[in-house]
């Protein structure tokens, strides 16, 4: 009865996870979930108020398919702003989430057999996507020895006649890894001449603890013609509910491509959406976007330190994002196994790192509060003890 194509999806591993959590919760069961990929903290009241304004005018009717005039400007005036990058209103979509976004990519450009380069770890949704879409996910696989970054060489080998798209995600989910510019700049390098798409997921641009983000559009000129743009405002501003992403690109014919399709799929984004996503984009959000970045930062300090100390696991420090790619090696090379046993044994939910595309490893997220950090590693760490 069903199609082939969606017979060869397979659910959300993280939303599955997350809502498992919440069900053995409210039947009272003592759970600590670090499984959820999303900000614990609320939405910033100025973003709130402006919903409830465009709720009260009556803002409520379709809107034109990529956004209203207002909110691509925002768009634009936000990459200009904080990523040196031009693109037109006429260049921008914004979707339901950056997930959508994502989604509208991969119909678009990908046909049946193409191949979509992706370095593992990677989030869950991007190989589902790629055979939902008809093509191949061919992935680099990167170990916390190596930092979790794939080298310009990794990617040169990966490339064949039928590579389409290359598909990188700075900050990282699961690993927090973030590329700096010379890295971004020698990755661009391997496919000048090429005519591979590169679709960069810059979610995580907020969360950054060391260093500084780069987006990879801006890395040159070449860079830039040949990069999808993908954001939100989901971690940044605490918005996962509200549904909004965003893409740039400056491929004019691309981007007519996919307004095409959400013409015929999900038309606009919620319009009042839409209006409190400015106060998002145009600053008016930073003082709390800063607020949750350093309160992420104490957190990550703390998880990083605990698991550190705990001879059977081992954490790089992540440079962004709020999740740790915790090593378990030492007791468990099976991370599905690991993270059921974990659930039921001692009700602490993480992420097997098998999901991500890595065995060995699972993904804590630190996006909950220092007790719950503190009491969680501890079972984490006492049932280690009991399998080893
Ligand atoms: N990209 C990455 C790397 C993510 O972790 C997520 C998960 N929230 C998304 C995209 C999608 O986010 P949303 O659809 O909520 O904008
Ligand atoms: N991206 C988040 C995560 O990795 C949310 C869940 C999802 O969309 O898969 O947990």
């Known amino acids: ?109 990908i046909e049946e057999g193409d191949e979509v380069i992706i370095p593992s770890p990677y989030w869950v949704t991007y190989p589902e996507l790629v055979t939902y879409s008809g093509g191949k996910s061919v992935i680099i696989e990167t170990q916390d020895s190596d930092g979790f970054k794939i080298t310009p060489e990794q990617l040169k080998a990966a490339i064949t006649p039928k590579t389409k798209m290359l598909i990188l995600t700075s900050p990282s989910n699961p690993t927090g890894a973030v590329y700096t510019r010379e890295e971004l700049a020698a990755l661009g390098k391997v496919l000048e001449n090429t005519d591979i798409w590169v679709v960069s997921d810059e979610m995580y641009e907020k969360l950054i603890y060391d260093g500084t983000f780069t987006a990879t559009a801006s890395v040159s000129d070449d860079m830039y013609r040949r990069t999808i743009t993908v954001n939100g405002l989901s971690k940044s501003v605490a918005m996962t509910g509200w549904r909004f992403g965003y893409l740039a690109s400056a491929n004019e014919e691309l981007v007519a491509a996919m307004k095409k399709l959400q013409s015929q799929s999900t038309s606009n984004i919620c319009s009042i959406t839409q209006k409190a996503a400015i106060a998002g984009l145009d600053g ?40 740790l790619f915790v090593n378990i090696k030492k007791v468990s090379n099976d991370s599905m196994q690991f993270c059921k046993d974990l659930l039921s044994e001692k009700g602490v939910a993480v992420v097997p790192g098998v999901g991500f595309g890595s065995e060995g490893y699972f993904r804590f997220s630190f996006a909950s509060s220092e007790e719950q950090i503190k009491e969680g590693i501890a079972r984490i760490r006492a049932f280690c003890k009991t399998i080893k």
């Open 1 to 109: 009865m069903l199609t082939k194509r969606i017979n060869s999806l397979s659910p959300s591993l993280t939303i599955a996870i997350s809502t498992l959590a919440g069900e053995l919760k409210a039947q009272g069961k003592d759970i600590l979930s670090f499984s959820a990929g999303e900000p614990d903290f609320g939405t910033p009241q100025v973003i709130k108020e402006e919903a409830i304004k465009a709720i009260n005018e009556g803002f409520t009717r379709y809107t034109p398919v990529p956004g209203i005039p207002e909110l691509l400007e925002a768009i634009a005036a936000k990459l200009k702003r904080d990523n040196n990058l031009d693109y037109k209103p006429s260049q921008i979509i914004a979707s339901n989430g950056a997930k959508h976004s994502l989604f509208n990519i991969m119909q678009a450009l």
């Open 284 to 323: 008016r959000a930073d003082a709390d976007i800063e607020m949750m970045r350093e309160a992420f930062k104490k957190r990550r300090d703390l998880a990083v330190a605990l698991f550190n100390e705990d001879e059977n696991l081992s954490v790089l420090s992540p440079a962004g994002a709020f999740y």
